[in-house]
T-cell receptor, first 114, second 113 residues
């Protein structure tokens, strides 16, 4: 999606190291989300934000933290990466929660933790 | 609580044949329902969404879905499959005022030449 940039697109790191993934949007949307995608599980919500400095947990938030200091940026941090956090991570944005405000997704970050 | 179940993690159809991908939902309030498609190494793209105005919803690329409250279903169909339809498809549910989407586990569609 042209309005959402995830960085890095690929990363390989070692167990126990900190990792930060960045999501940047140019749409000025209020809501931003982090998901992880794993085979057999679909997409599962990690954390989301409903405004600057306003965040909340999703269904698989353990081991992850987020920050949103600007409307356009939403950071996902793994404080001490574990092999179970090897996954593909997607950022999504939406204007609001109405039916005509669906979520739009970035192209993902493939994270491998050895 | 809300959830969706996608029946069949893998579906194969011949080129030109009917595509039918199944989705059943569970929601205690009137649902918003969505189908997303994911091509290899890409993010999810919205195919279509259910509005209460019409039970038959038309989306992009010739896909459509029918909302059936009595069956709690929102199955995705396309009359004639193309090779370019090969992808993974996700059904998702939400509801009014809820900022969170709940996704199904996905169905990988393979098109046989």
């Amino acid at each position: 999606d042209a309005g959402i940039t995830q960085s890095p697109r690929h990363k390989v790191t070692e167990t126990g190291t900190p990792v930060t993934l960045r999501c940047h949007q140019t749409e000025n949307h209020r809501y931003m989300y982090w998901y992880r995608q794993d085979p057999g599980h679909g997409l599962r919500l990690i954390h989301y934000s409903y405004g600057v400095k306003d965040t909340d947990k999703g269904e698989v938030s353990d081991g992850y933290s987020v920050s949103r200091s600007k409307t356009e940026d939403f950071l996902l941090t793994l404080e001490s990466a574990t092999s179970s956090q090897t996954s593909v991570y997607f950022c999504a944005i939406s204007e609001g929660t109405g039916l005509n405000q669906p979520q739009h997704f970035g192209d993902g970050t493939r994270l491998s933790i050895l | 609580a809300q959830s969706v179940t996608q029946l069949g993690s893998h579906v194969s159809v011949s080129e030109g044949a009917l595509v039918l991908l199944r989705c059943n939902y569970s929601s205690s309030v009137p649902p918003y329902l969505f189908w997303y498609v994911q091509y290899p190494n890409q993010g999810l793209q919205l195919l279509l969404k259910y509005t209460s105005a019409a039970t038959l919803v038309k989306g992009i690329n010739g896909f459509e879905a029918e909302f059936k409250k009595s069956e709690t279903s929102f199955h995705l169909t396309k009359p004639s499959a193309h090779m370019s339809d090969a992808a993974e498809y996700f059904c998702a549910v939400s509801y009014f005022g809820n900022e969170k989407l709940t996704f199904g586990t996905g169905t990988r569609l393979t098109i046989i030449p």
